[in-house]
């Protein structure tokens, strides 16, 4: 068994978006001959790094008894003054939120190294915090070094960057990074063409495209029943969406007051569209094309509210039709989903391109086997539902005609046909095993 060193700041308990990967892969990895040793945040300290956080103590029990994890508190910091709280945010190009873990981590590394004798290092990210950390300890032991995006950098922003400046270093930094990297893994091809297009220095051998995946067996697939009385429509998790970072990502610069005259944004994107607005829409049309059939659908929401949401489902008239379930642990989630007789996914609109990002549930969404009505625009994730072939495509721009496709779908006028083939490569087992040959590869070649 070869150890390696698993740096993941976000792991569980902590229950993030961003801990269902990594944990896949300390999962799967051990049946390829590979130990990761984990290192990451002591869920004792979370309050020191969160402003808001939860914990799902059943996300790893299934690994708990057998992964070499290694928890590493961090510190402190004194409350900021205002004046500092701004410009610790302003001036910030990593983030910061390893400040106060900085000093224990390269404590923990050199005793993981001292016991394990590993023989590369994989991260995580984000945060990107995290890279200048894994870099330096590379370098101290001469290893092998594996990044792994679980979202672009330079490129992606819910807000703008506070300077042109900003982005600069920004993409200064992580040419460093991705140079010192003998391995670069993205959960999207779009995300991999950025790196390539900006980075043509570094070689595009070193590039993989590893998806995010789904964990256990395809459930059977369960087309819409046209005779059911009801129907439900679920969505999971977030929307990353705020009608406040829409208008600094929208607003021309003249029209802004002060320092965020100066913001700038390489690709700008409209995250209104990853919200369910454009769903809402179409669904309020449906509603008044052909309300016998509308009225009989249901939507159901289960994650954090945001604070736009309810006034969003009123300025639609949805208040009978819209429920907030709220937070639910992740095996509630699952069953949750199963419960549905559709999966709602939205995605982010890159303003004359293509949206990067790929959301972790539509793994799930795809393994329930249930129809996905996906408000997708032109990027990632629209090409990656429509090769699974389970999804009803609707144009957010167009209400009219995202209606009349809810209601073929509901009527049994439109009939998916799922990619079988497609569908069994996303297992996180089977992309684990990619994962695992890239390792072998670096350490091969150290």
Known sequence: MTNILFIAFEFPPLNRGGVYRPLSFVKYLPQYGINPVVITLDPSTYEHVFDTYSVDESLAADIRDNASIIPVGAGKAAPPSRWQEFTTIYFSIHGNETDQWEESFYSAVDEAVRQYAPKAIFVTVPPFSVLPLAKKVAEKYALPLVLDFRDAWSQWRTVPYGTILHYWRTLQLEERYLSAADAIIATSVQTLDDFKRLHPRIPASRFHYIPNGYNGELLPWQPIDPGKKT????????????????????????????????????????????????????????????????????????????????????????????????????????????????????????????????????????????????????????????????????????????????????????????????????????????????????????
């Open 231 to 446: 129907y439900t429509v679920g969505y999971v998790g977030s929307f990353y969406f705020t009608p406040e970072a829409r208008t600094q990502m929208l607003q021309p610069w003249w029209r802004k007051k002060g320092h965020r005259m100066l913001q700038y944004i390489p690709q700008k994107q409209d995250w209104l569209y990853r919200s369910p607005y454009f769903f809402f829409k179409a669904l309020q049309q449906l509603n008044r094309q052909n309300p016998s059939l509308g009225q009989r659908i249901t939507v159901k929401f289960a994650g954090k509210k945001p604070a736009w949401l309810d006034e969003m489902i009123r300025s639609f008239g949805l208040e009978n039709q819209v429920t907030l379930i709220g937070e639910i642990p992740h095996r509630q989630s699952l069953l949750f989903q199963q419960e549905c007789d559709a999966l709602l996914i939205t995605s982010a609109k890159q303003l004359g391109g293509r949206d990067y990002s790929i959301a972790g549930k539509t793994f799930e969404y795809l393994q329930m086997q249930r129809p996905v009505i996906a408000f997708a625009c032109e990027g990632a994730q629209k090409d990656l539902l429509q090769e699974a072939g389970t999804a009803l495509l609707c144009d957010p721009d167009d209400a009219a005609g995202s209606a009349r496709l809810l209601a073929d779908l509901f009527e049994g006028n439109t009939q998916l046909c799922p990619n079988q083939d497609f569908l069994a490569t996303l297992s996180r087992r089977e992309l684990t095993a990619r994962l695992a040959g890239i390792i072998k590869n670096t350490h091969k070649h150290s």
